[in-house]
């Protein structure tokens, strides 16, 4: 039978204290001018490499091996603290999408009968990424929920788009928009009044995450519910090129727009007897919208006017809260996970990070469950992120206070487990910036020293690995490895996450 009871180790001796290091998008490629981790001096990182090669492996951290749908996904935070945390493999997100959506199950559950009652009176409103990167959301999924709900009669759908730019390449919303309004028409033709309704970039309206900045979620809810945005424009594609265009403006930070008529209406408000789908399967960035669309106290920001509406996830997005209550699939049942394990066997875990990498350390590590399993055996420390600012501006971001936090806690006495989250590399990594991302690195080697030193005062032991590839390779390249020019002749660079593996040291503890 099963039990939470975890049998002493064979060999490993007891009492020992244990830091958990996860760099994240720090995966291990070629040394070239593109590999901003070769670039950047990480003495300590290179150490743990030559030092004991016998303790250092590489490992998967992108496509199958992690519960992805393909061997094109790149890994990504979710994913990768989901499986470091529980261990095991689950299909995710993405992946149980796509089966939902090839069975048509996902139009015989509970959340589909619940929105679909709108249909004959209302609109049905579908908010969310617009992009193929796969991390967040699809839009080969977002056209078959199209097609799926304009032959189980809705009248009029209204998509309300975020750009992406981060899980693909800038520039690429354009394309997305095209193939978008390409398929709207083809619904009008079919009679379904369907229409792109308002937009902005991910970065900037709506997919703030762990509480970072609420402004994000209002400028999105201004735009999507209320009708009102600084940018108004009466075609969606116009939108995206003219603000493109605009100086420094990339797909990421896209200011909010809406969609008017030739009146200046806005085309579609959400308003009292709608239906609304979040369609990003990825929990993070849907998280704070789900509140604001759902609770009915809600004190984050002035909503103005709440509509009376029935809204449903893609997924649920939080197994605690069990937010939103309405979803359209089922989320991986990740149960069992090594935070429970620890606190039913009286080990005290530290948890760290800073604010826009907190829930990869908690929330995704205990299986997208928010808050504490036994708060009397872990302590949860969240850093403030500076907000307002794009992370190459800041690339040292707040690691040293992170290492900080860990080598007290470490040297505390305190706690068994000791873990954290270091975002240089994958925040900064992120805007495309190199140099930026460069000194990212060097400042997340120097917290990995700082936690390790401290490992080493107590007699601990030590983990160090990442949760997906993103610093060790920033430009885009074709088939055989060889970066691609842009039609401006420039080398395109790659924002993304990467398919590299991550290392993973451990140090000998038993010899
Ligand atoms: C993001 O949400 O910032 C990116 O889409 C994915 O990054 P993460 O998986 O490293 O959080
Ligand atoms: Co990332």
Not at 54 to 74: K, Y
Request: glycine residues 10%.
């Amino acid at each position: 039978g099963f039990s939470w009871k975890l049998a002493d180790h064979p060999k490993l001796p007891k009492g020992k204290t244990v830091a958990v290091v996860v760099l994240d998008g720090w995966g291990e490629a070629t040394p070239n001018e593109y590999n901003c981790i070769h670039k950047a001096e990480t003495p300590c990182m290179d150490s743990l490499k030559k030092g004991a090669p016998e303790r250092w492996r590489l490992v998967r951290a992108h496509g199958t091996a992690v519960g992805l749908p393909t061997e094109d996904d790149m890994g990504n935070s979710e994913v990768g603290h989901n499986a470091l945390g529980a261990g095991r493999i689950f299909a995710q997100g993405a992946k149980l999408v796509d089966l939902a959506l090839a069975s048509g199950k996902i139009f015989e559950g509970e959340g589909f009968k619940y929105i679909k009652e709108c249909f004959e009176n209302g609109t049905l409103h579908l908010i969310g990424l617009l992009s193929d990167g796969g991390v967040h959301s699809r839009l080969d999924q977002l056209q078959l929920l199209l097609k799926g709900v304009s032959e189980r009669g809705v009248k009029r759908v209204r998509v309300h788009i975020l750009t992406d730019g981060r899980d693909v390449l800038d520039g690429s919303s354009v394309g997305f928009v095209e193939t978008l309004e390409n398929d709207l028409a083809n619904l009008r033709a079919k009679g379904v009044d369907a229409r792109i309704a308002s937009g902005g970039g991910r970065m900037n309206v709506t997919m703030d995450r762990y509480e970072n900045d609420w402004s994000v979620v209002k400028r999105g809810w201004d735009a999507q519910v209320l009708g009102e945005a600084p940018y108004k424009f009466t075609n969606a594609l116009e939108a995206v090129k003219k603000l493109r265009a605009e100086p420094k403006a990339n797909d990421q930070y896209l200011p909010p727009f809406v969609i008017v008529d030739e009146s200046g209406k806005p085309v579609g408000p959400i308003v009292d007897g709608d239906a609304v789908v979040t369609f990003n399967f990825r929990a993070d960035r849907m998280t704070m919208i789900a509140k604001a669309l759902e609770y009915e106290n809600f004190d984050k920001f002035d909503r103005v006017r709440y509509p009376k509406i029935r809204y449903a996830g893609m997924l649920e997005y939080d197994g605690e809260l069990k937010l939103p209550s309405h979803y359209l699939v089922s989320p991986p049942e990740i149960d069992r996970t090594s935070g429970e394990y620890l606190v039913y066997n009286g080990i005290r875990t530290f948890a760290c990070s800073e604010t826009v990498k907190f829930g990869h350390v908690t929330f995704f590590w205990n299986g997208n469950r928010s808050g504490y399993f036994n708060a009397e055996l872990e302590e949860y420390v969240e850093i403030p992120s500076d907000s307002g600012i794009t992370f190459n501006e800041q690339p040292l971001m707040k690691a040293l206070q992170i290492a900080e936090k860990a080598r007290d806690a470490i040297l505390s006495g305190k706690f068994d487990q000791v873990r954290v989250n270091l975002p240089n590399g994958d925040m900064v990594g992120h805007t495309g910036d190199i140099e930026a991302t460069v000194v990212a690195c060097k400042a997340a080697d120097a917290a990995v020293k700082m936690i390790l030193d401290a490992i080493e005062q107590v007699g601990g032991i030590y983990v160090v690995t990442a949760d997906h590839g993103n610093a060790e390779d920033m430009v885009k390249r074709d088939k055989s490895g060889k970066p691609l020019l842009g039609k401006d002749g420039k080398i395109q660079i790659l924002t993304s996450h990467t398919l590299e593996p991550v290392s993973f040291t451990t140090m000998s503890v038993i010899d």
